[in-house]
């Protein structure tokens, strides 16, 4: 496709996105949002369990798989959108590992945004008001564990990220593995249980730009893990190699599976959402299950991460579940 293609294809998104902001028209994820006010509270009561069963409460971090929510913020019908339910929804559901892009907010350099790629084509808000709303459902469920997994496209400094947690109240939330601040070897992390009895509920990673002597907390994302590849259009799902970082050892890494498919249309890749239900069923061909385990036979442990798009299709608690031995 041509750039003048591409870029006729972006401006039909941005105008169907701001057709939509001015129409106010209510997403399935803010509808599903006010339904849920109601019973969100319930959930958190339940002692003794770890991100909700016992059993999780003596696993080390490294060693459970969480299915975990790809641009969770970007919550809509447009084609660029990769959610049908906001983030709170989503951590109702059982999400607990959730993906999101930051860029530079165009109308003010300091403050970071979630955008998609541009801010001109997807803007979901200000990291601050995600984090916050973060915070928000951290507060009301007290035995639960998030990980939080942003990139950093526009190589904002890690100073205005430890700023943006700080502000938004969560940053006293996050661990920081202070007896190993660098990278903590993949055998020496906590249990869910260690986590959420000291308080640091949240685990945060950042792709590129971190540095733990300025933001303790904010860890390294390649130190941790490597990824198979993203933007796959092939439904079948059968790769599981190494995509990131180039010519990484799996050996010592946690590992994030991108089990989220895209469809080609002249050239740009979006979110295939006909067939969510398909991708995200537990088991049969190209589905959470059928890769987890081609990934599995390959490293010998199941995947620490499974990201997908539109996490309220298919079954991706069941799949967790079983992931996990269960
Ligand atoms: C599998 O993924 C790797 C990493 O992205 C890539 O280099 C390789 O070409 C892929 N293989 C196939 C058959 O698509
Ligand atoms: C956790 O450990 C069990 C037992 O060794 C293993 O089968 C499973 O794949 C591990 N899961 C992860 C995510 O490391």
Known sequence: ???????????????????????????KGQIAARELTSSA???AVTAATCNGRT???????????????????FVGKLPQQNQNIDIKAQLDMGVRFLQAQTHHSLLDDSVLELCH??????????????????????DANTNEVVTLLLTNGDSVDITDFGDTFSNSGIADYAFAPLSSPDTLPIDEWPTIGE????????????????DTTKVDY???????????????????????????????????????????????IFGVKIPDRQHAART???TGDGSIGGQAS?????????????????????????????????
């Open 1 to 27: 496709m041509s750039s003048i293609q591409e870029r006729m294809m972006r401006v039909l998104l941005g105008a169907l996105l701001l057709f939509q902001t001015v129409l106010g028209v209510p997403s």
């Open 280 to 282: 995200n069923a537990a």
């Open 117 to 138: 790629t541009s801010c001109v084509l997807e803007d979901a808000g200000t990291l601050e008001s995600f984090l916050g709303t973060i915070k928000d459902w951290l």
């Open 218 to 264: 904010i860890l390294n994302e390649f130190n941790y893990y490597f990824e198979t590849a993203y933007d796959v259009t092939d439904s079948s799902f059968s790769n599981c190699s190494i995509d990131r970082p180039f010519g990484a050892s799996a050996s010592g890494r946690m590992y994030i599976v991108n089990h989220f498919l895209d469809v080609d």
């Open 195 to 210: 986590l959420i009895s000291s308080g640091k509920r949240l685990v945060v990673f950042l792709d590129y730009g971190t």
């Open 55 to 73: 059993e999780y409460c003596d696993r080390s971090y490294s060693n459970v798989t969480f299915i975990g929510s790809h641009d969770s913020a």
């Open 41 to 43: 509270t319930t959930a």
């Open 294 to 326: 081609l990934c599995e036979d390959m490293y010998d442990r199941a995947p620490n991460a499974i990201l997908l798009d539109f996490v309220d299709e298919g079954d991706a608690i069941n799949a967790q579940n079983s992931l996990n031995g269960f």
